[in-house]
C-alpha cells in the first residue's frame, strides 16, 4: 500500500512539474514577444526624435517653433526613458541565460555528431545479441539430398524457408515439405555472391547486380542502372535500406536505393564480408582486413594472419572470428587491446563459413561442420560444408549434394521454439528442372583473347565477358569451330597431351599416339600398339610409354624403343631433363636411371608410402614424388622429406600433377584443392568447384574437370564459359593469343574472340 502511494505521489510530482514548465514556457514566450513590441516602437520613436533634432539645426527655424521643437524632444526622450526601463524590467524576468543555453545546446549537438554519427552507425548497426539456442546435444539429423548448385556461397533462413545461393541462381526450400524450387526471376546467369535479411526484406547479391525480395515479389533494386559495378561479391544492410556494397576488384560501395557512391582507400580490393565492433567497421579483403569509420579505413597489420587466405569473418562486440584456410583465428577485445589466437590446431582447417549464436560458433569447412563452445571445438558432422544457416531453432549445414538439417536439444536453462517440422529423408521432389551447374563469371585475362558470348554444343549463348560493355551487342554471333576426329581415331580413350614446337601429342590407351597440327589429326608410327598411354618431354624430345609397354623417343612423326617392356613393368611416372636422361618411377617406389643406353637403380623411397605415389620431377637440384600425402623432396646425398598438403587428405588422391615451369610444380587433388610446390615451399592455391581430372601448363595453369575447364588468374582459379559433356585434356593458347585449342574426346574446340 504503502509503495502505491509512493508511486502515486511521484506521478503527481512530474504532473505537477509539466504544469508549471508548460507555463513557464507560455510567459517566457509572452514576455520575449512584449520585448520584441518595446524594441519596434523605441526605433519608431528614435526616428522621430531624429527628424525633431534635425528641424531643430534648420538655420530658418524660429524662436517660437524652435521652443515646441525642444518641448517634443524632451517628451520623446521622457517616453523613451520609460519603454527602456520596461524592457530592462521584462529582462530581468526572462531567462538571460538563454542565449547561452542555446549556443551550448549546438555546441554539444555539434560535438555528439562528431562522436557518435559516422557512417559505421548509419550503414552498419549492431547486431542484437540473441541468446544461444545451440548449447545441447544433437538431437535429430536430417539430410535432404540437393542439386542445382556447383558453387554454394550463402545460405539463409528467410520466411520459414531455407534460401540457398551459388552459381545456379537463387533456390529456395520449403521446411515443410522439403520441395526446392530455383527463383526464375532472377536472370538465368546471375550468379548469387551473398544474402542478406533486413526486417521483412531479403537483399540477393551477386553477378550482375542487386535483387531484394519482399512480400513475395523479387525486383531489382537499382533498374535504372544507380549501380557502378556490376560484379557484386558481398552485401551488407543497415537501417533505411543503406547498403555497404563489396565489389570485385573496385572496393567498397555505399549507396541508398537512388545514390551510390564509392567508398575511398577500399580502390582495386575485392571485399569478401563486413562486420562491425564497437564504432569501427571492419572489412575483410582477400588478402587483408581494413578497419576505419566508413569515411577511411586502414590495414590491420596482423601477424597471425601472415600467410593465411581470408575467406569469411564474422564480429561480435567483444569477438572477432576469421576463416581462413588454416583454421577459425580469433580477436578478444579486453579493456586494452584486442587478442588474437588460433582456435584449433588442427580441424577444421580449410573454412568455408562460420556463423555466431550467443555465444557459440558454427564452423563449416571441408573437414566437415564444427562447434565451438566454452573453449572446445566439436565435430558434429564429417561431411563437408559450404555454407551455414541458423534460425530460432535449427542449424542447416548446405553443400552442392546436401542439405544437413541439425536440430539440437536444449542445454540447461534453454527454452526452445520451433519453427515447421524437419521433412524426413526422401521426401526431396524439385518442381522444376534445375541446371546441374551454371558457369561463373569469367573473370578477363590479359592473354587471353575476349571469349565474348560463347556458344555450347547446342549454340545457346552462356555468359558475357565480365569486362564487356553493358550496352547489349546487337553482332550476330558466328558458330565456334570445331575440328573431328578423323575416322581412324574413333571412340579413342586419351590419356595426356603435350606440347611440342610443331604440333601436339596425345596419348591414348587404345588407339596409340597421335599428333595434331594445322587442324589435322596424324598418327605417330612405331607405338601403333595398345600400351602405350603416357607422354614425357624435356626441351628437344618426347618420349612415350607404358606399364609393360617399353618406353620410346619420338622424332617428328615416327617412334623407335629405347627401353625394353621388361623394365617397365609397374611403370608409373618419367621425367626427362634436357641432356636426354630419363629417370623412372615405379610403384613399389624405386626410381631407375637411363643415361646412354644404360638403365640403372638410382634411389628408393621409403616404403611408409607405398602404393600412393603418382608423379616425378625435378626442381633445381631437388627431385619431387607426388604421393596422396604430401610431396616428397629429395636431394642426392640426403634422405627423403615429407611436405605434407595441408588439410585432410584422407578421402583426397592426386589427381593430377604438371611442371609449371622450371621452378614449380602444381598438384590437383581429388577433391578439388589445388597445391603449388615453389621455393621449398608447398602452397594451398586455391580450390576448384568441380572433380579435377587432368592438368596442362601453356601461358598459365590450366586445370579440366569433369564438367568444365579452369584457370588460374590472380591468385584464383576462374571457370571458363565452356560446356561439354566429352573429357576435357588439356587447353593451350595459340602463340598469335587469338583463340584457345581445347582438346576433348571427340575432337579439338577452338575458342576465338569475336
Known amino acids: 500500500m504503502e509503495e502505491k502511494q509512493n508511486e502515486q505521489s511521484k506521478i503527481e510530482k512530474w504532473l505537477y512539474g509539466a504544469v508549471d514548465a508548460m507555463f513557464w514556457v507560455i510567459d517566457e514566450t509572452a514576455r520575449w514577444w512584449e520585448i520584441g513590441r518595446i524594441l519596434v516602437k523605441v526605433k519608431n520613436l528614435r526616428r522621430s526624435q531624429y527628424n525633431l533634432v534635425k528641424r531643430l539645426s534648420a538655420s530658418n527655424c524660429s524662436p517660437e517653433e524652435s521652443e515646441n521643437l525642444q518641448a517634443e524632444i524632451k517628451n520623446l526622450n521622457d517616453l523613451l526613458n520609460s519603454f527602456y526601463a520596461k524592457e530592462e524590467f521584462l529582462r530581468s524576468k526572462c531567462f538571460s541565460y538563454l542565449p547561452q543555453v542555446v549556443f551550448i545546446l549546438f555546441a554539444v549537438a555539434f560535438l555528439y555528431g562528431i562522436l ?171 588478402d587483408e582486413i581494413l578497419t576505419g569509420r566508413g569515411d577511411s579505413f586502414k590495414p590491420l597489420n596482423l601477424q597471425i594472419l601472415a600467410g593465411r587466405k581470408l575467406l569469411c569473418m564474422e564480429t561480435t562486440e567483444k569477438v572477432v572470428y576469421v576463416g581462413t584456410d588454416q583454421g577459425v583465428v580469433a580477436g578478444y577485445r579486453n579493456a586494452r587491446n584486442q587478442v588474437w589466437t588460433i582456435l584449433s590446431a588442427g580441424k577444421p582447417g580449410h573454412i568455408n563459413d562460420i556463423v555466431v549464436s550467443g555465444d557459440i560458433l558454427f564452423v563449416g569447412s571441408d573437414e566437415g561442420v564444427f562447434r565451438f563452445s566454452k573453449g572446445r571445438m566439436d565435430r558434429l558432422s564429417a561431411v563437408p560444408c559450404n555454407s551455414l544457416a541458423v534460425c530460432d531453432t535449427f542449424l542447416a549445414a548446405v553443400n552442392k549434394n546436401s542439405i544437413m538439417l541439425f536440430e539440437f536439444s536444449p542445454a540447461p536453462g534453454e527454452l526452445p521454439s520451433y519453427m ?73 580413350l586419351f590419356t595426356n597431351i603435350v606440347e611440342t614446337d610443331k604440333h601436339y601429342l596425345l596419348a591414348t590407351e587404345n588407339r596409340g599416339i597421335w599428333a595434331y597440327s594445322d587442324d589435322k589429326w596424324l598418327s605417330v608410327s612405331g607405338v601403333e600398339k595398345p600400351g602405350i598411354s603416357a607422354l614425357a618431354k624435356n626441351s628437344s624430345k618426347e618420349y612415350a610409354y607404358g606399364d609393360g609397354a617399353g618406353v620410346f623417343e619420338i622424332n617428328g612423326l615416327t617412334a623407335h624403343k629405347i627401353i625394353d617392356e621388361n623394365e617397365t613393368k609397374n611403370i608409373l611416372s618419367i621425367y626427362a631433363e634436357a641432356d636426354g636422361t630419363l629417370f623412372l618411377l615405379f610403384n613399389n617406389g624405386l626410381i631407375k636411371k637411363y643415361n646412354n643406353g644404360r638403365l640403372t637403380d638410382f634411389s628408393n623411397i621409403p616404403k611408409e608410402l607405398a602404393d600412393q605415389y603418382s608423379y616425378i620431377c625435378k626442381i633445381a637440384d631437388k627431385y619431387l614424388v607426388v604421393t596422396d600425402m604430401g610431396i616428397l623432396t629429395y636431394s642426392q646425398g640426403k634422405a627423403w622429406n615429407l611436405m605434407y598438403f595441408k588439410g585432410s587428405t584422407e578421402n583426397a588422391k592426386v589427381a593430377s600433377s604438371v611442371q609449371g615451369n622450371s621452378s614449380n610444380l602444381y598438384t590437383a587433388l581429388s577433391d578439388g584443392r589445388i597445391f603449388e610446390y615453389k621455393n621449398e615451399k608447398l602452397e594451398f592455391l586455391g580450390v576448384i568447384t568441380d572433380q579435377p581430372v587432368a592438368m596442362n601448363f601453356s601461358a598459365l595453369l590450366w586445370v579440366a574437370g569433369k564438367e568444365g575447364l579452369f584457370f588460374l588468374e590472380n591468385n584464383g582459379f576462374v571457370q571458363t564459359p565452356l560446356r561439354t559433356e566429352d573429357k576435357i585434356i588439356g587447353a593451350f593458347p595459340t602463340k598469335n593469343n587469338t583463340s584457345i585449342l581445347v582438346f576433348t574426346g571427340s575432337g579439338v574446340k577452338i575458342l576465338s574472340d569475336r
Not at 533494386?221 to 565489389?247: D, H
Not at 560463347?454 to 565477358?465: F, G, I, M, R
Open 116 to 286: 557518435n554519427i559516422h557512417p559505421a552507425n548509419s550503414y552498419l548497426p549492431h547486431k542484437a545479441e540473441d541468446a544461444a539456442k545451440f548449447g545441447g546435444q544433437i538431437s535429430r539429423v536430417r539430410d535432404l539430398p540437393f542439386m542445382g548448385h556447383s558453387v554454394i556461397t550463402s545460405a539463409k533462413w528467410f520466411n520459414n524457408n531455407l534460401y540457398v545461393g551459388g552459381d545456379g541462381g537463387l533456390t529456395v526450400i520449403d521446411t515443410t515439405t522439403a520441395i526446392a524450387t530455383r527463383t526464375t526471376e532472377l536472370p538465368n546467369d546471375f550468379f548469387v555472391r551473398d544474402l542478406e535479411i533486413e526486417s521483412d526484406k531479403m537483399f540477393i547479391a551477386g553477378f550482375s547486380g542487386i535483387y531484394v525480395l519482399e512480400n513475395t515479389i523479387l525486383r531489382n533494386f537499382y533498374p535504372n542502372g544507380e549501380l557502378p559495378e556490376k560484379l557484386i561479391n558481398s552485401i551488407a544492410v543497415g537501417g533505411g535500406n543503406n547498403l555497404l556494397i563489396g565489389t570485385v576488384g573496385r572496393g567498397l560501395l555505399r549507396g541508398t536505393a537512388t545514390k551510390v557512391v564509392y567508398s575511398h582507400g577500399t580502390q582495386k580490393r575485392t571485399v569478401k564480408d563486413f562486420g562491425r565492433q564497437g564504432n569501427e567497421l571492419w572489412l575483410m579483403c582477400e
Open 420 to 492: 515447421a517440422p524437419i521433412p524426413e529423408i526422401g521426401t526431396y521432389t524439385p518442381i522444376l528442372p534445375i541446371m546441374p551447374q551454371l558457369p561463373q563469371t569469367r573473370l578477363q585475362y590479359g592473354r587471353l583473347p575476349d571469349f565474348g558470348l560463347l556458344e555450347s554444343d547446342n549454340k545457346t549463348p552462356l555468359v558475357q565477358s565480365a569486362l564487356a560493355s553493358d550496352t547489349p551487342d546487337t553482332e550476330e554471333k558466328t558458330v565456334k569451330p570445331f575440328v573431328k576426329l578423323p575416322a581412324e581415331l574413333q571412340k579413342p
